[in-house]
């Protein structure tokens, strides 16, 4: 019986040992681990400080590039805009003196500008007032002619009231035969604008103080022509117009 408690004893020592070595083993493993990821972090950690370093210093060289860029590019345009100034400073009485020419030209240009357009509108206004003075004249001469026209149609109302003989085909025929286009030939070339225009006018009953221009204007206006061509061509148009009773 003694031998079998001690083989148990024995036994039960062999598996505490087993157990506290397996027990330690596994400390033992578990602390390397931690210190394996503990060595792994500040592994990561430093590389990452370097990566931050390196990134700094890289970004650091760029900026000093990039000022040193832009003080060589400064430096630069100080000396242009130097270069400019004495430049500048050199041609400044060259360029007053064709400036002041320049000027003095355009002056005189302007000037002579003002001058023609001064004259222009003096001319304008004079033919304004003259046109406005010949229209004056033409609507005076319609007024008398439309008054002579209501009386002479007046007394042919009362001739023919009256039972007289119609005045109205002697007239005519006395109005064609006096035609300036009746004489020479019936061409009309024995006839002057002048007594064509006088015939217009005793004809419309214009008043014969109205000057020629004004005459035609206000024939042309009583037929509902248009003034085309020379007065002479406009006279003959009224005349042959006239004539025939159109």
């Known amino acids: 019986g003694e031998l079998e408690r001690a083989e148990e004893e024995a036994r039960r020592a062999r598996m505490a040992a087993e157990a506290a070595r397996l027990e330690r083993e596994d400390r033992l493993e578990r602390e390397a681990r931690v210190a394996a990821a503990a060595e792994a972090a500040a592994e990561s950690e430093a590389r990452s400080r370097r990566q931050q370093v390196a990134h700094a210093a890289a970004e650091e060289e760029r900026r000093a590039v990039r000022q040193a860029l832009v003080d060589e590019m400064e430096a630069q345009a100080q000396r242009e805009e ?3 100034a004495a430049a500048l400073h050199r041609a400044a009485p060259l360029e007053q003196s064709g400036a002041r020419l320049a000027l003095e030209r355009a002056l005189a240009e302007a000037r002579s500008e003002a001058a023609a357009a001064r004259a222009t509108g003096t001319a304008a206004r004079a033919r304004e007032a003259a046109a406005r003075a010949e229209a004056a004249e033409a609507e005076a001469c319609e007024q008398a002619a439309r008054g002579r026209e209501e009386d002479l149609l007046r007394q042919i109302a009362a001739l023919a009231s009256r039972g007289g003989s119609s005045p109205g085909d002697a007239a005519a025929s006395s109005s064609l035969a006096s035609t300036p286009a009746s004489g020479n030939g019936g061409d009309g070339s024995g ?3 002048a007594q064509k225009v006088a015939w217009i ?18 024939a042309n206006k009583r037929e509902g022509l248009v003034a085309e061509g020379g007065f002479l061509r406009q006279a003959d148009r009224l005349v042959a117009r006239l004539a025939l009773g159109l």
């Open 191 to 193: 006839a002057t604008l």
């Open 201 to 218: 006018k005793a004809h419309l009953g214009l008043a014969p103080e109205c000057s020629l221009v004004a005459a035609v204007a206000a």
């Open 82 to 84: 130097a270069a400019r």
